[in-house]
């Protein structure tokens, strides 16, 4: 009986050690997997912000009034930069452009706060910022990290508002329709074939593998923002 159970115990030890190292491995798949997605999503993720310009305007609250505000001063602004970024040949020099122009940008949507008779405060600044993802016509940018000209208006506490400066997707009816192929060129001269497919067929109905890795994108830049989120709250 002694020996049965002995050689018993060994089965169940042996089996036990089987099964923890194909868990083990399982596991360890599964992490390589995923470090090699994520990876794809950063390379995806640093390559539209490193071949685009945002803006990105916050409204003071988000009562009707001082969204309407916020638009009064988004307009204003993109007015202004619309004549600035004419003739600016790629992301470098609108940047530039931009960051020369920052003084009066602020001077201006103060301007434009105090002429509908409200005096907050404007804040304005080039960085890197969190962005949800966003359809402009037949373009859609995945959620992510992008480098933005960002205006806030007062306490900031309001509805945001987002579009592109460079390429100026800001200056053109990008709500409807499709986007001009200037503006597509622009992009195309900045952005690989792969990246580029990804951003101008995430809708497609016949582009499955296209629209499978825009939401591998989505999915691991909207985890970055929400842990950042989370972590700069704790942190606070």
């Not at 989505?218 to 985890?223: H, P």
Request: proline share 4%.
């Amino acid at each position: 009986m002694k020996n049965f159970t002995d050689s018993f115990a060994r089965f169940i030890r042996g089996k036990s050690v089987k099964l923890l190292g194909t868990i083990a491995l399982c596991v360890a798949i599964v992490a390589v997997f995923m470090f090699r997605i994520g990876a794809y999503a950063n390379n995806i993720n640093n390559a539209l912000a490193s071949g685009l310009i945002r803006f990105h305007v916050v409204a003071n609250s988000d009562s009707p009034e001082d969204q309407q505000l916020k638009q009064k001063v988004r307009d204003a602004v993109i007015e202004f930069m619309r004549d600035k970024l004419a003739d600016a040949e790629n992301v470098a020099e609108s940047m530039d452009i931009i960051n020369n122009n920052i003084p009066v940008i602020i001077e201006l949507a103060k301007n434009t706060v105090n002429k509908y008779g409200y005096n907050y405060q404007i804040n304005a600044s080039t960085g890197v910022y969190p962005f949800p993802t966003k359809r402009y016509g037949d373009i859609t940018l995945p959620a992510g990290y992008y480098q933005a000209l960002r205006v806030v208006i007062g306490n900031g506490e309001g509805e945001n508002w987002w579009c592109v400066l460079f390429p100026p997707l800001c200056f053109v009816d990008a709500a409807h329709g499709k986007i001009p192929d200037s503006v597509k060129e622009q992009l195309k001269d900045t952005l690989t074939e792969e990246e580029f497919k990804i951003i101008d067929t995430a809708e497609s109905e016949d582009e499955i593998p296209v629209r499978v890795k825009f939401k591998i994108v989505e999915f691991f830049q909207e985890s970055k923002i929400k842990v950042t989120g989370f972590l700069n709250r704790i942190l606070e």
